[in-house]
């Protein structure tokens, strides 16, 4: 089946410390997104992409870091820069930047 | 600048009432995309519907219908004869020309048995 896959579902990361949050989708999708979502908001893009090896960022990509090796896959890197990391990951791709988007089930992460 | 607002944080009805969720928009592309998602408990967000902006045509699929209005620049969603299953915070996003999604913060909806 289609569709986008993101592990772990729950993370915990200690203060300081850098993790990767994997996403990897089998759409054949161009673009993909990571979100923020914290309790009672909506989404914050963090970083998207429109092609492999090209990103841009979104509003809130201060302390996170993407790459795009491959156009089934971007991951992303929370950085011990980011000061409040914990939150829930949400990654999404389209066909391109018009397409509505599939969502992965997304990433909780806790900072501890 | 663009921007969705759902006024309504939260709303709760009984099983079987009709509720509408409330989206309004602002940008001033002429060609933008307008959706709504659903969040249920589990966190994944699931795609309900996009409406480009040249097409004003309401849409009803089984229970859900949406109701586009450019001149009041609102895309309100309805559920008819509400169910628990229903029960989900809903999203209503914009996206312009080749910009970036824009989400409102979302509606809590709770259908009480």
């Known amino acids: 089946d289609g569709g986008i896959t993101q592990s772990p579902k729950y993370l915990f990361r200690k203060e300081g410390q850098n993790v990767t949050l994997s996403c990897e989708q089998n759409?054949?999708?161009?673009?993909m997104y990571w979100y923020r979502q914290d309790p009672g908001q909506g989404l914050r893009l963090i970083y998207y992409s429109q092609i492999v090896n090209d990103f841009q960022k979104g509003d809130i990509a201060e302390g996170y870091s993407v790459s795009r090796e491959k156009k089934e896959s971007f991951p992303l890197t929370v950085t011990s820069a980011q000061k409040n990391p914990t939150a829930f990951y949400l990654c999404?791709?389209?066909?391109?930047?018009?397409?509505?988007?599939?969502f992965g089930p997304g990433t909780r992460l806790t900072v501890l | 600048a663009q921007k969705v607002t759902q006024a309504q944080t939260e709303i709760s009805v009984v099983e079987k009432e009709d509720v509408t969720l409330d989206c309004v928009y602002e940008t001033r592309d002429t060609t933008y995309y307008l959706f709504w998602y659903k969040q249920p408990p589990s966190g994944e967000l699931v795609f309900l519907i996009r409406?480009?902006?040249?097409?004003?045509q309401n849409e009803i699929s089984g229970r859900y219908s949406w109701n586009f209005q450019k001149s009041t620049s609102s895309f309100n969603f309805t559920i008819t004869a509400s169910q628990v299953v229903d029960s989900a915070v809903y999203f209503c996003?914009?996206?312009?020309?080749?910009?970036?999604?824009?989400f409102g913060p979302g509606t809590s909806l709770s259908v009480i048995p």
């Open positions: 996003a914009l996206k312009t020309s080749y910009d970036k999604v824009i």
């Open positions: 999404a791709s389209s066909i391109d930047l018009t397409g509505q988007g599939s």
């Open positions: 409406r480009n902006s040249f097409d004003e």
């Open positions: 759409l054949n999708h161009d673009a």
